[in-house]
C-alpha cells in the first residue's frame, strides 16, 4: 500500500534530551512537509522540503531540525531548545509544489516531554 | 499571505440531521481551498477540495461545499449525518504554493443517536 508511515506513534521523552521522528514516504512525491498540531490552534508548518538535500524554515522552526537525504526519508529532530515540544507532530507530502496537488498526511507521532 | 476562519469550534448534532461547518478564508490572490477530516489519534484525510470550475464539490461519502468568492466563504454541508461523522475537521487555502498552506482551528463535529 502507498502512504506515509510515521514512527514512533507516541514517545515520551526527558527534559534536555533530543528525539527523533521518523517519517517515510512510498508515494514519490518530491515535497514533504512537517506539522505541529495543538488543539485549538489547528496545524503549523515547523519544516518542508521541496526536493533532496534541500530543506526550508516553516512558520515555527526553532528547536526543530530535519534532514532530507533521500526522497522518501524526512525525519524530524525535537531538540532540547524546543520550549514547548509536546504535541501531535504530522508528517506530509505532496506530489509537486505547484498548483492544487494534495498534500497527503501520515497517522501522525504523539511527543511528551516529562 | 492568506487565514482561515473557523467559526465553530464545535457543533454539536443528532443523527440524521443536517450540519454545516462554516469555513471563510482571506486572500488576495486566488486560492484553492480544501477540507480534511481527522478522526482521534490519526491524520487528516483530504474529504473534497475546490481547485476551479464549478463551485460545488462533493465526496464520496455525502459531504460537499461551495466556494463562495464574494463571501469568502467555503462551508461543508451534509444534509443527513452518521454517528461515524463525528470527528474534527480542518478547513484550509492554497495560493497554489503547497508551503504556504494555512489550516483553520478545526471545528469538532459530534453526532449524537
Known amino acids: 500500500d502507498g502512504g506515509i508511515t510515521q514512527s514512533p506513534k507516541y514517545l515520551f521523552r526527558k527534559e534536555g534530551q533530543n528525539v527523533t521522528l521518523s517519517c517515510e514516504q512510498n508515494?514519490?512525491?518530491?515535497?514533504m512537509y512537517w506539522y505541529r498540531q495543538d488543539p485549538g490552534q489547528g496545524l503549523r508548518l515547523i519544516y518542508y522540503?521541496?526536493?533532496?538535500?534541500?530543506?526550508q524554515k516553516g512558520d515555527i522552526a526553532e528547536g526543530y531540525s530535519v534532514s532530507r537525504e533521500k526522497k522518501e526519508s524526512f525525519p524530524l529532530t525535537v531538540t532540547s531548545a524546543q520550549k514547548n515540544p509536546t504535541a501531535f507532530y504530522l508528517c506530509?507530502?505532496?506530489?509537486?509544489?505547484?498548483?492544487?496537488?494534495?498534500?497527503?498526511f501520515g497517522e501522525g507521532s504523539w511527543l511528551t516531554v516529562v | 499571505a492568506q487565514s482561515v476562519t473557523q467559526l465553530d469550534s464545535q457543533v454539536p448534532v443528532f443523527e440524521e440531521a443536517p450540519v454545516e461547518l462554516r469555513c471563510n478564508y482571506s486572500s488576495s490572490v486566488s486560492v484553492y481551498l480544501f477540507w480534511y477530516v481527522q478522526y482521534p489519534n490519526q491524520g487528516l484525510q483530504l474529504l473534497l477540495k475546490y481547485l476551479s470550475g464549478s463551485t460545488l464539490v462533493e465526496s464520496i461519502n455525502g459531504f460537499e461545499a461551495e466556494f463562495n468568492k464574494s463571501q469568502t466563504s467555503f462551508h461543508l454541508r451534509k444534509p443527513s449525518v452518521h454517528i461515524s461523522d463525528t470527528a474534527e475537521y480542518f478547513c484550509a487555502v492554497s495560493d497554489g504554493n503547497n508551503n504556504d498552506m494555512r489550516f483553520g482551528a478545526g471545528t469538532r463535529l459530534t453526532v449524537k443517536p
Open positions: 522540503s521541496q526536493i533532496v538535500n534541500d530543506f
Open positions: 506530509a507530502s505532496s506530489g509537486r509544489t505547484s498548483s492544487g496537488n494534495t498534500i497527503y
Open positions: 508515494l514519490n512525491h518530491d515535497a
